[in-house]
């Protein structure tokens, strides 16, 4: 892990203390980040700050009688700004006073001694010292500035390269990938991602693993829009690890768990730093998909609407005019003897004019299903006789029921119902042409009505292939078709179209099967008329 | 039927469905004439007096409901209304605007030849005045206020009575529940929607052969009653 961090490696002081992370608010770290490396990084550069100062003296006391003595400060100027360039002040401190105290001792007279006997001298050392010291620590700051704006400038081509990324993320998850992938690669470690459930609480990812202290920390959060990132330290592995929130304004979509590994201080900060200022391009993104989804919504919601407009419009004139001619034209020819004649003749007739009342059926249903989905499905209630309703659904499917024997069972005095006769005409008519489309042809099909306390219940049931659990539990879904009938054609909108009318009507639907090959019962319960008082009674008797 | 002479007036903007119309009418030995819009039918309606009008709902400048209304200031004469919307509102407000009977898009030719010629009847009647109605099996003496099915009399109370003798009036055209309540009952009872229905339910069980399955007494869902005049008119479509 170190070894992909050598920059703030070097950047570290020589102690660890506890830390703060990111934007105040986050939980402190209580705890001391790991000290390895401090021999190398802080007791080496000054031992070599030394040596060097002593290489200049090895090299000058050869030359100590030719070379001018005004020579001996600006060579040991070398050794001072290479340590600063190097290693930083501490280091050039240091070489700066071994280099005055070297150049006393062997240079300035009395030689091999720390006395100065020249007042004049000692000026020139004191000023060596001087410079030396100004030179290295602006020597040292050009350093940090230099490291910094390379830190910063390679900080910003990462942040540019993940906006890059970014740009290209149109879902959530396509987000939460290029997240994982950027911090991989960065940090060298993989990132995990806990997604928010409904609860407000995360879920763990099925693969990659955090340690235990991590964990539970995560299992302890709550998913929280606007939190700040919470800095974990795992004890064992001396490894530090960050939960940054990934939220929208409005949602909180995961938390994502990167181990920033140890160091200092200052290098787990700079490290939270960025992941931060991640976390902030992840939500403008976050927040961009949400309104690029919202304006996707809308826009489809606005074509929906238009279509349905266009739709109703189109169906009323565009489609049943054509089709009020069709059906005329064909009725009219009908009646010519040329026609009435000619069995030939007769026989394409009619089958233009059954077609075409099929074709109106069809669109009748199409009508009302986008009705439904308008929510303009207002009942207009009033008593009438459920007889009535079912004779009139039998007469307008006469042609897909004629194939199929139907029974009527009513009870003789059964009450008035209190519905949109309209609606209950249709929804019934739904429930028979299901019934007959999946059972074979010469099957029965039994209605049957009965009082049921204050309702009255009618049940529709055929001999057909019946209903499985599964589909039983999908059927009152709009456009729901069984696996098994992908061949019956129809359009999977009937029951759903019967039960909003019954419901509407304030009913209630059922479907009931003892299973594949059983046949069904579909049964409609709606209310009915309270028995007649007295008075009613009187005012009916007129015998 | 004699009727060599009867005019339709076609008040409709589709001419394709004008055409068939006109077919259909004249295969029947009507004469027709044809108005694209309203205000043409208006004045078709004035100055050639026609027998029977044919108004469609979707006109381009007036509404058919305007034109039903202004035609009725001034004129019996029977109106069959086409409409593409089987809105049973509607269809009540516009037989209570005077049209005699209403056919919803798409319809076959016989069910508008019946409805016309129910009307015409209807609007001749008062000229001709036979006091025997028959409908199928079915026939009401408007005078003797008797009733036979099937040739041999059957016994109806009175107000059951009172129901047949508005429906037979009418004879293959629909009457209204409102139509049908206030000439019935009287009072609070008028409102009562209950009582024509339990009413309609016990004469259905004199005069008809299933009462499950009425072919003379029909209901049209959310408008009213009808009885029919001829039978083939039931048979399914």
Redesign the interface.
């Given at each position: 892990m170190n070894s992909h961090l050598p920059i703030d490696q070097k950047l570290a002081k020589p102690r660890a203390r506890p830390i703060g992370i990111g934007t105040g608010g986050a939980s402190a770290l209580d705890a001391e980040p790991p000290s390895r490396g401090v021999w190398r990084t802080h007791v080496v550069p000054l031992l070599l700050s030394f040596l060097g100062v002593s290489v200049v003296t090895a090299i000058l006391l050869p030359l100590r009688q030719d070379a001018a003595a005004n020579l001996v400060p600006i060579a040991y100027l070398i050794p001072v700004i290479f340590a600063a360039t190097r290693w930083g002040i501490w280091s050039a401190t240091l070489a700066s006073i071994v280099s005055m105290v070297e150049a006393d001792f062997f240079f300035f007279p009395p030689v091999y001694s720390f006395r100065v006997e020249d007042p004049q001298e000692v000026v020139d050392l004191l000023m060596f010292l001087i410079v030396a010291l100004v030179s290295s620590n602006l020597a040292s700051r050009l350093r940090h500035e230099t490291e910094s704006l390379r830190l910063r400038e390679q900080e910003i081509q990462l942040l540019y390269e993940f906006s890059r990324l970014l740009a290209a993320c149109f879902t959530v998850s396509d987000l939460v990938s290029a997240i994982q992938k950027y911090l991989s690669r960065t940090l060298g470690q993989p990132a995990l991602f806990f997604a928010a459930r409904t609860d407000a609480h995360f879920e763990t990812p099925p693969f990659g693993s955090v340690p235990g202290v991590v964990h539970a920390r995560v299992a302890s959060m709550k998913a929280q829009i606007g939190a700040p990132p919470v800095a974990i330290l795992d004890e064992p592995a001396q490894n530090v690890w960050l939960l940054g929130p990934v939220c929208s304004e409005t949602t909180v979509h995961g938390l994502v768990a990167v181990n920033i590994g140890g160091g200092s201080r200052e290098a787990v900060e700079i490290k939270t730093r960025r992941i931060e200022a991640i976390l902030e391009e992840v939500s403008l993104t976050l927040q961009r998909i949400d309104i690029e989804n919202a304006i996707k919504d809308a826009r489809l919601h606005l074509q929906a609407e238009l279509l349905r407009d266009a739709f109703h419009g189109t169906l009323?004139?565009e489609l049943?005019?054509?089709?009020?001619?069709?059906?005329?034209?064909a009725?009219?020819m009908?009646?010519?003897p040329a026609v009435r004649q000619d069995d030939r003749l007769h026989a394409l007739v009619e089958g233009i004019?059954d077609e075409?009342?099929h074709l109106?059926g069809f669109i009748q249903n199409l009508l009302n299903a986008t009705r439904v989905t308008a929510g303009g499905v207002a009942p207009?209630l009033?008593?009438?006789?459920l007889?009535?309703?079912v004779?009139?659904a039998i007469?307008g499917r006469?042609?897909r029921l004629s194939s199929h024997k139907i029974e009527?069972a009513?009870a003789e005095d059964l009450p008035?119902v209190n519905v949109?006769?309209?609606l209950i005409?249709e929804a019934c008519g739904q429930l028979l042409e299901n019934a007959a489309k999946y059972s074979p042809s010469g099957s029965r099909i039994s209605i049957s009505a009965r009082a049921e306390q204050t309702q009255v219940v009618l049940s529709i049931s055929d001999q057909g292939v019946g209903i499985t659990p599964e589909e039983q539990q999908q059927i009152g879904r709009r456009s729901f078709r069984g696996q098994r009938h992908q061949g019956v054609p129809g359009s999977g909108l009937g029951f759903w179209i019967a039960s909003t009318f019954v419901r509407a009507n304030g009913g209630t639907i059922d479907i009931a099967s003892k299973g594949q090959g059983q046949g069904t019962t579909a049964s409609i319960a709606l209310p009915g008329?309270p028995p007649m008082q007295p008075s009613?009674l009187a005012?009916?008797r007129?015998? | 039927m004699n009727k060599p002479s009867n005019v339709v007036l076609m008040i409709d903007d589709e001419p394709k469905i004008r055409r068939f119309l006109r077919a259909g009418f004249e295969l029947q030995g009507y004469s027709v004439i044809e108005a694209e819009n309203g205000a043409d039918g208006l004045k078709a309606a004035t100055f050639s007096a026609p027998d029977l009008i044919i108004l469609d709902l979707g006109l381009p400048d007036l509404h058919g409901r305007e034109v039903l209304e202004r035609l009725r200031s001034w004129s019996n004469v029977p109106v069959i209304i086409l409409s593409v919307v089987s809105n049973e509102d509607e269809k009540v407000r516009l037989l209570k605007a005077g049209a005699d009977d209403y056919v919803v898009k798409p319809f076959g030719m016989a069910e508008l030849l019946a409805r016309g010629e129910a009307a015409l009847r209807r609007y001749f009647k008062t000229a001709t005045e036979n006091p025997v109605v028959t409908a199928g099996p079915l026939s009401v003496d408007l005078v003797a206020r008797t009733v036979s099915l099937n040739d041999s009399q059957i016994r109806l109370t009175r107000k059951e009575y009172r129901l047949l003798h508005i429906l037979a009036t009418h004879v293959g055209l629909v009457v209204t529940h409102d139509q049908l309540l206030k000439e019935i009952w009287t009072g609070n009872q008028r409102d009562n929607i209950q009582y024509l229905r339990i009413l309609v339910r016990k004469l259905r069980q004199k005069i008809e052969t299933d009462p499950n399955h009425p072919r003379l007494l029909v209901t049209e869902s959310g408008v009213g009653y009808r009885l029919q005049a001829r039978f083939e008119e039931t048979a399914v479509e």
């Open positions: 009323s004139h049943c005019t054509p089709l009020a001619t069709i059906r005329g034209s009725s009219v009908d009646t010519m004019s075409a009342v109106d207009h009033e008593w009438a006789e007889r009535d309703i004779n009139a007469k006469a042609r009527m009513f008035l949109d006769s309209g005409e008329s009613e005012d009916l007129d015998e | -």
